[in-house]
């Protein structure tokens, strides 16, 4: 049974700094690709961040470039998602998902393009 699960959501002022972290159990880790997806409010889950199997492709949303990196620890299973300065428009529930992919593929940036996700944690930021 595959399972995500992310850590790391809290209550944060305009500025500061915050990291995700997401542990995965019941697959294999290094064969899938990760993205960072959040959904504010009334609005529809939007990309963030993408990591390759490697980690040497990582695009972002134009939102979070310059200020968010994504990593990923394929030993621990575990991909992290670092935000610093953190903006009141950066406030939603954040949820990281896992695709598996042949070794040349890049990470998707669409909702549709993840097979796996996980519950969910929330971030809030306050102005």
């Known amino acids: 049974q595959v399972q995500l699960v992310e850590s790391g959501g809290a209550l944060v002022q305009t500025g500061d700094s915050l990291r995700l972290s997401c542990a995965a159990s019941g697959l294999m880790f290094s064969r899938h690709v990760l993205g960072w997806f959040r959904q504010a409010p009334g609005k529809d889950r939007e990309f963030v961040a993408g990591i390759s199997r490697g980690g040497n492709t990582t695009p972002y949303a134009d939102s979070v470039k310059g200020r968010f990196t994504i990593s990923r620890d394929n030993d621990k299973k575990t991909t992290y998602l670092q935000m610093n300065s953190l903006k009141p428009e950066d406030t939603a529930v954040y949820y990281c998902?896992?695709?598996?992919?042949?070794?040349?593929?890049?990470?998707?940036?669409?909702?549709?393009?993840?097979?796996?996700w996980g519950q969910g944690t929330q971030v809030t930021v306050s102005s």
């Open positions: 998902a896992a695709e598996p992919t042949i070794s040349s593929v890049g990470p998707g940036r669409n909702t549709k393009d993840y097979r796996y």
